[in-house]
């Protein structure tokens, strides 16, 4: 591994979400500070969209991570994987409150009485959903019923959901037209703007114990913003490949010929267009 050979203390560009290298740079940290308000809110239900790899899995560990903090004030539930139908959906969510998961016909009632027994005792229940363009649309209408429980004047659960952007049309499905009017807050997640991915890429070195000059050549940043469009996951992911390639050659600077290898090797990166000449055969032919 290229660690030592560069002076890191951790691999800068992991392609594991890792909150400790989070860089907001595309309005995240202001999203985040709105996200836990929505929570505190008595009818917050909330969607993060974005186009696979901008960050939504780190913004949400984010989210869950100081809700947890908070144990005291909240009850997470927590759904990464919701493609189930809606006894699989009320099992994840009895696995989450400690409570017997068992598919029958007590299951949903033991769910809801738990729920309010929660609100009973002042707690906040936060319900987090992750790839939420993959609920099933039966899943979805039993997603609607549930946000719509109240205990008296206040609402059981409230509601954060992360998805990809085919959610948004899924909602405007005349089926789901009552769960999109159930939303009160609609965030999208960019990718990186051009301009911030050399900042990104500084940062994310220096959480990672580089202190050394400039390590990416700033041709080959360019290179980078172009090839991965700013989607932070393929900037991780041509930035580890590249410095991989200069630690094989044992370079200490990143240029623009390792990063060409790693676009070369990367399906998901955006390919520079050839501008070579045809050979001689071509121009014969010509």
């Known amino acids: 591994m290229y660690l030592q050979h560069f002076g890191l203390s951790q691999a800068p560009f992991s392609a594991t979400p890792n909150t400790q290298l989070l860089v907001e740079l595309n309005g995240s940290r202001t999203?985040?500070?709105?996200?836990?308000?929505?929570?505190?809110?008595?009818?917050?239900?909330?969607?993060?969209?974005?186009?696979?790899?901008?960050?939504?899995?780190?913004?949400?560990?984010?989210?869950?991570?100081a809700l947890h903090i908070h144990s005291n004030r909240y009850i997470v539930i927590d759904i990464p994987y919701?493609?189930?139908?809606?006894?699989?959906?009320?099992?994840?969510?009895?696995?989450?409150?400690?409570?017997?998961?068992?598919?029958?016909?007590?299951?949903?009632g033991n769910v809801m009485t738990k729920l309010i027994s929660l609100v009973e005792s002042g707690k906040r229940i936060a319900?987090?959903?992750?790839?939420?363009?993959?609920?099933?649309?039966?899943?979805?209408?039993?997603?609607?019923?549930?946000?719509?429980?109240?205990?008296?004047?206040?609402?059981?659960?409230?509601?954060?959901?992360?998805?990809?952007?085919?959610?948004?049309?899924?909602?405007?499905?005349?089926?789901?037209?009552?769960?999109?009017?159930?939303?009160?807050?609609?965030?999208?997640?960019?990718?990186?703007?051009?301009?911030?991915?050399?900042?990104?890429?500084?940062?994310?070195?220096?959480?990672?114990?580089?202190?050394?000059?400039?390590?990416?050549?700033?041709?080959?940043?360019?290179?980078?913003?172009?090839a991965s469009r700013g989607i932070p996951r393929l900037i991780n992911l041509l930035a580890h490949k590249a410095m991989m390639v200069a630690y094989a050659e044992g370079a200490t600077t990143v240029d623009t010929l390792h990063i060409k290898r790693a676009v070369a090797d990367t399906a998901a990166a955006e390919q520079p267009v050839s501008k070579s000449k045809p050979g001689w055969l071509g121009r014969i032919r010509g």
């Open 82 to 108: 919701p493609r189930m139908n809606e006894t699989g959906f009320f099992s994840a969510i009895a696995h989450e409150l400690q409570i017997t998961e068992t598919p029958g016909p007590y299951l949903k």
């Open 31 to 65: 999203m985040f500070k709105e996200l836990i308000l929505a929570l505190n809110k008595p009818d917050g239900f909330v969607k993060v969209t974005g186009q696979a790899g901008v960050g939504k899995t780190t913004l949400r560990r984010k989210v869950l991570r």
């Open 127 to 226: 319900l987090i959903i992750d790839e939420g363009q993959s609920i099933p649309e039966t899943t979805l209408d039993t997603l609607l019923e549930l946000s719509r429980q109240k205990h008296g004047e206040k609402m059981l659960v409230r509601t954060i959901i992360f998805a990809q952007i085919e959610f948004d049309e899924m909602l405007n499905k005349h089926r789901q037209k009552m769960l999109k009017e159930r939303v009160t807050a609609s965030h999208v997640l960019s990718p990186i703007s051009h301009a911030d991915i050399p900042q990104y890429v500084a940062l994310r070195l220096g959480l990672s114990g580089y202190n050394g000059d400039q390590l990416f050549s700033s041709k080959a940043l360019q290179l980078l913003g172009n």
